[in-house]
């Protein structure tokens, strides 16, 4: 419509029984724009849900290892790795090193290894491993099917 007095763009929207709405309120003079604000509004706020609906959440699945696991015990950890991927979430897996343990994190180097390798036929490394502080951590992924 061009520029147009803000009287004249009131009673224009009056007249076509919808309402006024300033687009862009800073700019000059004022972008403004005649609409059913409700029913806009409305298609909002469903597009939103609409988006809302195909996000998948990920949570972050924690496994705690030793540095000296025994066998029975790696092998149950790798069954909670497969079964956290399977249901599509990521997993942590970290050593927390205690005392003399923290002179050999080659030891824990390996654990980890071991692990990613005992998982990878259902997830795969998505952070290697690295050392921070007192814990070796690294992140899997479930596998693309």
Known sequence: MGVVSIDQAISQA??????????????????????????????QSKREKEAKK???IIKIKEIKLGLNIDVHD??????HAERFTSDGDRVKVFIRFRGRELGHPELGTETMNRFAEACSEFASVDKPTKMEGRTMQMFLVPKKN
């Open 14 to 43: 009056e007249a076509s029984n919808l309402d006024l709405v300033k687009i862009a309120p800073n700019a000059v003079p004022p972008v403004c724009k005649i609409m059913d604000y409700g029913k806009f509004r409305f298609e």
């Open 74 to 79: 790696f092998n149950t950890k790798v069954k």
């Open 54 to 56: 195909s996000q998948k």
